[in-house]
Structure formats: C-alpha cells, structure tokens
C-alpha cells in the first residue's frame, strides 16, 4: 500500500459513494482501503446480484465491477443496472484481467463508461474516477473545522471548472486554448489548471481528451456517421489521428469497435 504515501490534496468529490463488486475479498479490501483514504464512503459487494440489489438500494455515485464473478458476471450485472431507470445513469467502470481488446471493449458496449486492466495502477484508478464522477458537494456538511476561505476557494474550484467545462463541450471540434479558455471564464490558465486538477484530477488537456473519447464512443454507438465525419466533430483532422487516439485509449480501431457493437448479442 506504498501508493497512500503520495495523495493528491481532497477533492471537491470528498464524501461522495462508491459501490465496490469483486468477488476476491483481498480486492474488496485493497479497494476500500484506498478509496476511503481519499475521501470516498464505500459500499461493498461480493457478486454481481448484491450489487445490482446495493445499488438499487443505496444509489451509490459509481460503481467499481469486477467482469469475472461466479453467479452473476459483471457484465450481466452492468445490462440489469442499465436496464432500470433509478441505476441506469450510474457510472460503472470495470476492473477487468481481460487481455483480448474485443474482450476489455464488452463492457462498454453495455453501458460502463469506462474499463481499467488488472492489476491495476491505484493512481490510474483515482484518476478515471475523478473524470467519470459528478463534482461533489465543495464541503461537507458537518465538517467545521474548515476555514471559510478554504470553503470559498473550493466554492470557486467548482464554478470555474463548470463553465470551462461547458465551453469545451459547446465546440469539441475546435475548443480554446488553454489561456483562451481561462480568459472567456475571467481566470489565468494557472489557476483554471488548478481548479480542474481539484475537481477532477486531472489538467484541462487531459480532461478535453477523455471528453473526446467519451464522445466518441456515444457517437460511434448511437449514430452512423462515418469515421471521418466523427473525427471532424471532435478536432482530430483526420480519421487515422482518431484512429489512433481511440487505439491508444481503448485497444482497438473506432471501426472494430462499431462491428463488434452491431454483431454483440441483444
């Protein structure tokens, strides 16, 4: 557990719920150990039934889903959450010891927003949770040990990060630069960095990324525009740098993914 010694500052997802499905006690442990460290209150469940009934119950801010589990698969679990309106907007993001890509892909062609191979990096898994997770409450509710301009500060974190958030996804195909985009909101590029890093872990550029790669696989599932007319859309000029941004994050070509989408049972 060498990765505890080196955490980021609390985010403004401090508190939020994460439901934990593995089957491998050792995993559920490691998981919540982790993630309580950061801040998360978590929630476990030991196959993929009790997860589904957990987090119909309980309503958790994501769910972490092992794929490989006795009696009910994470992939069967990911289809019955879904499938019912009080869970189906729910984040899942599979911990799979998959190696095929069309293998490591499945979960996302039912619904996960995102997959991270075993053995996973801790830092990774932090990170991707931060990208997928609505930014929580900035304080909580009965902490009052906090000092008002650490509140306001991490007040203003959350409105910057919203409304550069909000200018990215109104033009995805040709967004601001980074100093571009803090001066349109009345910030520094600094500081706007710093808000996104607060919120969600991660830098402005690295935000926009994942946001095209998300964009992407919506697009490449609910649509039938081409390749190259999914890469104007979201800034690439061209379909082989797409291809390539897409392989890098997912393991296969956008192409590969859409004929494994359509020929996927149900």
Known sequence: MSEL?????????????ILVVDDDEGGR???????????????????????????QILLPDAILMDVRMPSCDGITACRLLKATPATCDIPVIFLTAATLPQERVAGL????????????????????LCIHLRPGPSESPDDT???????????????????????????????????ALAASIGTNAKRLNAAFKQCVGVTVFDYLRELRMKTALRL?????????????????????????AF????????????????????
Request: glycine share 8%; proline share 6%.
């Open 5 to 17: 010694l080196h955490l980021p500052p609390r985010s403004a997802s401090q508190g939020q719920r």
């Open 29 to 55: 442990i490691l998981l919540s150990e982790f993630l309580e460290v950061l801040g998360y209150r978590v929630l476990l469940a030991s196959d993929g039934y009790e997860g589904v009934h957990k987090a």
């Open 109 to 128: 062609m039912v619904g996960a927003v995102d997959y991270i191979s075993r053995p996973f990096d801790l830092e990774e898994l932090r990170l991707r």
């Open 145 to 179: 040990t906090q000092a008002p301009m650490l509140a306001s500060s991490c007040r203003l974190d959350v409105v910057l990060y919203q409304a550069a958030r909000a200018r990215l996804l109104e033009n995805l195909a040709d967004p601001p630069g980074l100093q």
């Open 220 to 244: 490449l599932s609910d649509t039938t525009l081409e390749v190259q007319q999914i890469s104007d859309e979201l800034g690439y000029g061209s379909a082989a740098n797409f291809a390539t």
């Open 247 to 266: 392989r890098q994050r997912f393991g296969l070509a956008p192409s590969q993914f859409r004929k494994d989408l359509r020929s996927a049972p149900g």
